[in-house]
C-alpha cells in the first residue's frame, strides 16, 4: 500500500482498505453513523452551499487572488504546498477526462517529468488508478453527498472530489489528510468557492466507510441485481450485461461468476513480461527477479518496480505482454498446417506485442513473419518491436496487398472495445458505449474474411480479440463462417489443453474465452479456424 507523505503523524484514523463492513467504521470516532440498511435513508446531503461554490470565481474585493491551475503550482493561498503525487493524480483524471489521454500512457510520462519515484509515484498511481476504477462507485456516493447534481458541479472540481473519495473509503490515507488535501487542490484549480464546496461534501462523504455508502446507494440485490453489481463494481451497467451474457448467465438464477469477473477487474493486475524465442527466456526472466507465468513458457510475472530493470526488457530482448496474448500467439502455433510452413501474416500487428513473440517462433521454425498494419505510426511501432527477418508494412488487412491463399498461417488480433483489458485501462468502461461496440463489427468481419482468404487450403487462422462481448467474438465468426463451406473451426481450448477452464459455454465450446477471475490475464478471446485443404 503507498503510504501517504501528506498524512503525518496524529492523523485521524479513516477506514481502512479491507476493513469488514461495520467494524473499524463504527469504532472510529468521525464514523458517528452506523452503516444504513436499505431501509434506511442516505445522510442529509451536504448544506447547499454558495450558488457559485464548485465553479472558479474571482476574489472579493481586497482579497488576494488565489493560486489557480498552473502545473506544478504551489497552493500557497491556503498555505500549503500541494503534494506532487496528488497534482500529478489530478492532472492525469483531467487529460483522460478532457482529451481522451491513456492513463497508462500519461502516468508514467508524468512520473518521469516530475522526478517522482517511491513513495510518491506509488501513491500517484494508487490515486489516478484507483480513482479511475472505482469512479462509478464514487460518483453514486457523491451524488449523495452533493446538494448539487454531478451535471451541475465544474469537471475539475469533479474530479478533486473522485480523488477524495477515493482516499477515504478505499485507502489508508487518513481521513483528515485525504479532506484537507483534496480542499487545497480544490482551491488551487478552482477558488475558494470551489474549497468550501469540496470541503463540504468529503466531510459528508467520510462519515460511513465504503460498504455503508453501496448500501445506500446502490440498488438492492434482489431488487435489480445487474444495478446492484455495476454500483459496487463500478462498471456501466451495459458492460455487466455484456459479461453475464457471455458466461451465459441470468439475473434471475444469480451471477455469480459475473461478480467475480468484475471484482476481478476491479483489482490491479501484475505486469506480465514475455521473452523473445532466440533472444531471451523464461529462466533469464525468473533470474532477473520475476516470477514463472503459470502456462506461458515465454511468459513471467514481475510484482512491483520497473520493468525495464529486467536486463531483457532493458535491452529489448523481453517486453510486457499479457500472458493471455502470448497464448493465443502460441495456440496458431500449435496448429498442424502440413508442409510447406514457411510464410506467416500478422493482418493487423500495431503495436507489435503478438507481432514480437509469433517473429520470434517463426525464425526458430524456420520460417517468416510479415506484419502488416493500416497506419504508419502503428507500424513503426511494429518495426521497433519485431526482430530478425520479419517484414513489416504499411498495408489496410481490409484491401490486402498479397495474393489469396499465400501464407501458412495468420493471426487476425483485431481492433475491438478492449473491454478485456479494463484492469489496465481503468478509464476505457467510461469511454464505450454499446453503439461503439457494434461499430466495430463490420470491420471486424472484414478483417476475419481476410485473413481467411489470405491463408492457403490447410492453412490455419487465429482469430483474437481482447474483449469477452460475444459481439465481437462469437458472433462474428459465426457471420463470416455462415457464408462460407472451406472453414472447420479448431478446438481452441483443446489446443491449449495446460490451461483450464477455456471453453465458451454451450454450443460454441470450440471457442476458447480467457478470464480475470479464472486465469488472472486479460478476457483474451480465441478462434483457430482452419482452411479445408482441398479448398472447397
Known sequence: MARDPAAGRGRSRGPHAGDKPGTRADKAASRADKPASRTDKAPARADKPDSRAGTPRGPRQGQRASVRGGRGGTGRASGRRIDPARLVAFEVLRAVRERDAYANLLLPALLRERGLTGRDAALATELSYGTLRGQGTYDAVIAACSARGLDQIDPPVRDVLRLGAHQLLATRVGAHAAVATSVDLARQVSGPGAAGFVNAVLRRVATRDREAWITATAPGRADD????????????????????????????????????????????????????????????????GAEPARWSPFGAYLESGDPATVAAVGQGRAAVQDEASQLAALALTRVDVGAPDRRWLDLCAGPGGKARLLAGLAAGAGARLLAADARLHRARLVRAAVSGAAGVIVADGTAPAWRPGSFDRVIADVPCSGLGALRRRPEARWRKSPAGVAGLGGLQRRLLTSALDAARPGGAVAYVTCSPHTGETRAVVADVLRGRDDVAVLDAPAVLAEVPGLRCPGHDGRYAQFWQHRHGTDAIFLALLQRHPTGG
Not at 441485481?225 to 439475473?251: K, N, Q, T
Request: charged fraction near 15%.
Open 225 to 288: 441485481l445487474v444495478g446492484h453489481l455495476a454500483v459496487r463494481y463500478s462498471h456501466p451497467r451495459w458492460i455487466v450485461d455484456a459479461i453475464s451474457a457471455s458466461l451465459a448467465e441470468d439475473a434471475a438464477t444469480g451471477l455469480s461468476e459475473t461478480e467475480a469477473v468484475l471484482a476481478a477487474s476491479a483489482g490491479r493486475p501484475r505486469v506480465a513480461l514475455c521473452a523473445v524465442p532466440g533472444l531471451a527466456s523464461q529462466a533469464e526472466l525468473v533470474a532477473g
